[in-house]
């Protein structure tokens, strides 16, 4: 399949989520990250266990091929959501509240560039890994494990 990635591909196969999206917001000393989820209320809990198991592995095994093929995607997409007048500003304002500067492309692609295997696995296992999840769900939710389950799902035993 031409899914962009493991996870894309485990939900489509699986038919748990309609649809999830990444998110990432910075500023200069703090910033927010995290997943939306959309699905259907008997596919909460699977959806939740294949995120958590792909943040488990973004911890722990991922390999220098995925990270490359995202890092591809990932300047793809900045540079296509460049196109106007308005979403340039967006980015402009974006990258002065969180740098105080505008970062020229250049240097935004050797920052991301320098990214490998090793330092996603780092950075996840610092910031994801046996971390207390900040979780909000709307609608029929009857179906969304308790807190301390997932809570417990943030870490793997590792021997």
């Known amino acids: 399949q031409n899914l962009s990635s493991k996870l894309a591909q485990t939900l489509a196969q699986k038919s748990v989520c309609h649809s999830y999206q ?53 300047k793809t997409n900045m540079l296509l959501q460049l196109d106007g007048s308005t979403p340039i500003c967006e980015d402009i304002g974006r990258q ?23 330092v996603l696995r780092r950075v996840c296992s610092h910031y994801i ?12 939710i009857e179906q969304l494990p308790d807190y301390n389950r997932i809570r417990s799902a943030m870490y793997w035993l590792r021997l």
């Open 22 to 74: 990444s998110f990432n917001t910075c500023y200069s000393d703090t910033g927010l990250w995290g997943t939306y989820m959309v699905c259907d209320s008997m596919g909460i809990e699977e959806t939740i266990h294949w995120v958590q198991a792909e943040w488990m592995r973004l911890c722990t095994s991922v390999t220098d091929g995925e990270v490359t093929r995202a890092k591809n995607l990932l």
């Open 96 to 118: 002065m509240l969180c740098y105080g500067r505008r970062i020229p492309l250049t240097e935004l692609e050797a920052r991301i560039d320098a990214v490998d295997s090793k």
């Open 129 to 140: 890994y046996d971390k207390c999840p900040a979780i909000a769900a709307v609608g029929p």
